[in-house]
């Protein structure tokens, strides 16, 4: 293990080096890629000298998503004191189902979900657990939330028509787990957003009468804390209402921006939390651990035992039921994803995630700011939003996107809004200044300007 | 990150150590982990050295699955290049879904599930993805299967009562997954096995004319590659023939042993493999890799797509559907966990990993023959299983278990079949040495001795 070990420090120079001087890996065609790279998986393997240069240039040729150049995705950058975290969790290797294969592991994550649940709260009967990603968080509120109001199910399957809500401006996960729980697709709702991207409580109320008046039963309301393309925080306490009048669980998607929870700045955005039932956020998005770090947390305890317990006595067969996480999973196995956050949280304490958080409101504010001073450019986002989406001098979004990637400049997407498409800039990288995000604008426009030229050259 | 790295070494250096000084971490009751440990997170943070030396407490003190003592799991032991794999996606932290953001990882995901899939006998039309545990391969492979059966229930919802099978001895993720799914838990029938724990085809045959006679409509039989106590493998040709009599979806959950297909002494276990519509296998398992590496394919590629594809226009914005993975993925944002098993396969080749799957059985039968000359045991468990089950001088299992992870002796875990519990050893870390399985009994009966006496002290 001690060469292993070696050969990753030498590969973790390569890249830190690589990230540094080559920011935007130069892509590689589809089509290329096996060629180009030694990729195949042969009866022989490779010694060590060979596979070092092998991984060293599927490095060189994979996007660095921690690097100034990066702001593609709702994730980005690196923190040293979670990484190693997660590279602590590789070396340990424990299954999270039970306290007899992950001992204090298991009381790291039940410190993490019991400061969220306080932080957001969260009162005497809340609980939590991790799961793979913010589609399947979403995926455990859904489920709560049938069980809860049709506990027949879990026995007897699905056999009514059940409705639920969410923004069109929401996640598509939403809608993928209605298929996937039995529910069907046309039994999502997708409500009315204002201009800002905010759900509409009153087209929720409307469309839930309607559902009421043909026979459909509701039971679940999606709220998004940060929405996917323009960062917008639903009204979580008008939407609370309804849901009261209604007797609807209200879950909050805060996948990317439900993060705000720690800044005494910005909590604002998610006022009425404490009136929801469930609650998800991912510390891989604000609060930059690596991949992945889903946590959901509910007031309804026993509810996320009755949707995902299990009996297995070849698995629990020591210790209770609240340190045997497995009895609340939607996994059996689970790799350990929460000590990467812990390890970040315990090393700057929550004053310390405050400081990430806010960053990143203030590098999007610089963003903002540069781009309305300019007139060459439109913005499209508002405040209260780390996603900065604008265009520059009418240049169609996904072309500029595009060129920007392939030519190595910069990582950045692009997104619609009330049938504008722009580009989206995702400030979401705290490690960054001022001067990188003027840094991405000044790349942004010489790489336009060239390319404008060139155009016409051809 | 230099000195994050540096700190990852010094605590690198630790575990090593530890895990091989004190391979069984002496367990803390869980009453008393939050005073014995600093694991609370406060508003302030802790500096360097205190964090270090806290890690190293929590370190001391956690299970050590890559310990020469550890036979508790269906997983153990450690590979180097498997973890430089792993450790190395933890610093590259790509997101899975796209070529834009994953690059050459994409190309490293797709030539695994190309080479197993030819290793499987898969045809085609086959593919696959990779997902978070051996419980979500099965979920997919179910929602596959309804969904091939019946496409309307991904837009209207579940509404007939349909029926599942699988064996008694198979694992519980089946039923939970019918559950999730809208189906029901009383739509999951449990076939019978033989003596040895294999599923029974007659009973099979029997169970599903009655669902049809009373009106249900059968779709899907899932397959055990390795069950879950004893490791038996069910017969998929026999299988097979029931399925293709009445049009049912034949899944292998193969997530403990499926990886006998990288032997050509021991593939004939998965016999008929050729025949079925889905299998899933866990490489963290038997190949060793770290958590998690869970492989589902399929060889009806298109209904991958059918059932987890969605329109996300924020994300897909570069290459084809093909290289674009989160097209047919459970998840959307999704971890690089595939770069570890490539690590090993390609500093192994295949030939290397079909002897750490043969050692893992001459492990097995090195215990069995161990057991046999022994006549203080009693042997429960057969020949073609890396589960080794036995008794010892009549203590119950439960009792030795317990005894021997408190008094940190082993990590061993209990199972049951035909109503009788016995203690289930688990020759899965593929790095033991015939005098390791030695040494594990050895230590057992040492304990059971020791602890008789004071049983009769007491």
């Known amino acids: 293990m001690h060469q292993d070990l070696q050969l990753f420090s030498e590969l973790c120079d390569y890249?830190?080096?690589?990230?540094?001087?080559?920011?935007?890996?130069q892509p590689i065609a589809t089509s290329e890629v096996y060629q180009k790279l030694n990729l195949s998986l042969d009866d022989d393997g490779i010694i060590n000298?060979?596979?070092?240069?092998?991984?060293?240039?599927?490095?060189?040729?994979?996007?660095?998503?921690?690097?100034k150049s990066f702001f593609n995705q709702l994730f980005g950058g690196r923190i040293g004191k979670a990484t190693l975290g997660d590279l602590l969790a590789v070396m340990l290797n424990n299954s999270m189902y039970t306290y007899k294969v992950a001992?204090?592991?298991?009381?790291?994550?039940?410190?993490?979900?019991?400061?969220?649940?306080?932080?957001?709260?969260?009162?005497?009967y809340s609980g939590g657990t991790l799961a793979a990603g913010g589609s399947m968080t979403n995926f455990m509120a859904l489920l709560m939330a049938r069980d809860y109001k049709f506990p027949e199910i879990?026995?007897?399957?699905?056999?009514?028509?059940?409705t639920l809500y969410t923004s069109e401006a929401s996640h598509y996960s939403i809608s993928k787990n209605a298929v996937?729980?039995?529910?069907?697709?046309?039994?999502?709702?997708?409500?009315?957003?204002?201009?800002?991207?905010?759900?509409?409580?009153t087209h929720l109320d409307e469309v839930i009468q309607q559902d009421i008046a043909d026979g459909r039963i509701p039971f679940f309301v999606n709220a998004t804390a940060g929405t996917t393309v323009l960062g917008a925080f639903d009204d979580i306490t008008a939407l609370s209402k309804v849901c009261k009048n209604y007797n609807l669980w209200l879950h909050v998607d805060g996948a990317y921006c439900g993060s705000v929870i720690f800044s005494n700045k910005h909590k604002?955005?998610?006022?009425?939390?404490?009136?929801t039932d469930s609650f998800s956020v991912n510390a891989h998005k604000m609060?930059?651990?690596?991949?992945?770090?889903?946590?959901?947390?509910?007031?309804?305890?026993?509810?996320?035992?009755?949707s995902f317990s299990n009996e297995a006595d070849y698995l629990y067969q020591t210790d209770g039921d609240d340190f045997n996480?497995?009895?609340?999973?939607?996994?059996?196995?689970?790799?350990?994803?929460?000590?990467?956050?812990?390890?970040?949280?315990?090393s700057v304490g929550t004053k310390g995630l405050e400081k990430i958080v806010d960053h990143q409101f203030e590098l999007a504010k610089i963003a903002r700011d540069y781009i309305n001073f300019n007139p060459d450019y439109t913005l499209y986002s508002f405040e209260d939003s780390i996603s900065v989406c604008f265009n520059y001098k009418d240049i169609p979004a996904n072309l500029l996107c595009t060129g920007l990637y392939e030519d190595s400049e910069l990582m950045v997407g692009f997104g619609k809004f009330n049938k504008k498409e722009f580009i989206r800039m995702v400030t979401i990288n705290t490690v960054l200044e001022k001067e990188d995000i003027h840094n991405f604008f000044k790349t942004l426009e010489t790489y336009a300007s060239k390319s404008l030229l060139k155009n016409v050259v051809n």
């Not at 000298?49 to 690097?67: R, Y």
């Not at 609060?287 to 009755?306: E, V």
Request: some cysteine; hydrophobic content about 35%.
């Open 15 to 25: 890249l830190l080096a690589e990230e540094k001087n080559n920011p935007v890996a």
């Open 49 to 67: 000298q060979e596979l070092i240069s092998t991984l060293k240039s599927i490095i060189k040729h994979t996007p660095k998503t921690a690097s």
């Open 103 to 124: 001992g204090p592991q298991v009381g790291i994550e039940k410190e993490i979900i019991d400061n969220i649940c306080k932080l957001s709260g969260y009162k005497k």
């Open 154 to 162: 879990r026995t007897e399957g699905i056999s009514q028509k059940i």
């Open 180 to 201: 996937l729980s039995g529910i069907g697709r046309n039994y999502v709702r997708q409500i009315k957003t204002n201009q800002k991207g905010e759900m509409s409580a």
């Open 268 to 275: 604002h955005l998610v006022n009425g939390l404490e009136l």
């Open 287 to 306: 609060l930059g651990t690596p991949l992945g770090c889903s946590i959901i947390i509910t007031q309804h305890i026993s509810q996320l035992h009755h």
């Open 325 to 346: 996480l497995g009895k609340t999973s939607l996994q059996c196995g689970r790799r350990n994803d929460a000590l990467k956050l812990w390890t970040l949280w315990k």
